[in-house]
T-cell receptor, first 112, second 113 residues
Framework: DVKVTQSSRYLVKRTGEKVFLECVQDMDHENMFWYRQDPGLGLRLIYFSYDVKMKEKGDIPEGYSVSREKKERFSLILESASTNQTSMYLC???????????FGSGTRLTVV | TQLLEQSPQFLSIQEGENLTVYCNSSSVFSSLQWYRQEPGEGPVLLVTVVTGGEVKKLKRLTFQFGDARKDSSLHITAAQPGDTGLYLCAGAGRGSTLGRLYFGRGTQLTVWP
């Protein structure tokens, strides 16, 4: 089974801190994604990557950046954390089209 | 832009009842997927449907993809408390969308014993 591992289940950070969320997949998938999930708003795509060093903005990229230096690892960076970035963050990877995502267990980030 | 509309948003039923969840769009998708998510966990893929009119069964769950590939439904027969969770539909766009999926906002199902 494909595994997508997110480095932390829970994080508490202070406003203004730089925050790194790490995601690693073990099945050589080209496509990786970062979503945030908020009640009533569903899953919203932040950034995605279809190859090493390649990235594409999703629907809500403001305040975030990403890094993909190796195929298996996709990092989400909050440059200066703000309280409105408190959310559940989900990483996913996907083989070629018409196959589903495999999600990680999520990181619940609280910014205080 | 919310490409996929799910209904109902919330569903609370007794064990043994049947239910249907709908996923509708004005867009055509190359495939459509259903996921279930439990509290504190990531969504887990249940099924992918690819062909217009396709019907797939997974034990007590029946998934249907509309003929025009714009909508889908999930029907659960004789629901059990273990079916409780957030059900998400997701569509894969046609053409070059670089593998991204478009998600509905989900249907929160609660099945009471």
């Amino acid at each position: 089974d494909v595994k997508v591992t997110q480095s932390s289940r829970y994080l508490v950070k202070r406003t203004g801190e730089k925050v790194f969320l790490e995601c690693v997949q073990d099945m050589d998938h080209e496509n990786m994604f970062w979503y945030r999930q908020d009640p009533g708003l569903g899953l919203r795509l932040i950034y995605f990557s279809y190859d090493v060093k390649m990235k594409e903005k999703g629907d809500i990229p403001e305040g975030y950046s990403v890094s993909r230096e190796k195929k298996e690892r996709f990092s989400l960076i909050l440059e200066s954390a703000s309280t409105n970035q408190t959310s559940m963050y989900l990483c996913a990877s996907r083989p070629p089209p018409n196959y589903g995502y495999t999600f990680g267990s999520g990181t619940r980030l609280t910014v205080v | 832009t919310q490409l996929l509309e799910q209904s109902p948003q919330f569903l609370s039923i007794q064990e043994g009842e049947n239910l249907t969840v709908y996923c509708n769009s004005s867009s055509v998708f190359s495939s459509l997927q259903w996921y279930r998510q439990e509290p504190g966990e990531g969504p887990v893929l249940l099924v992918t449907v690819v062909t217009g009119g396709e019907v797939k069964k997974l034990k007590r769950l029946t998934f249907q993809f509309g003929d025009a590939r714009k909508d889908s439904s999930l029907h659960i027969t004789a629901a059990q408390p273990g079916d409780t969770g957030l059900y998400l539909c997701a569509g894969a766009g046609r053409g070059s969308t670089l593998g991204r999926l478009y998600f509905g906002r989900g249907t929160q199902l609660t099945v009471w014993p």
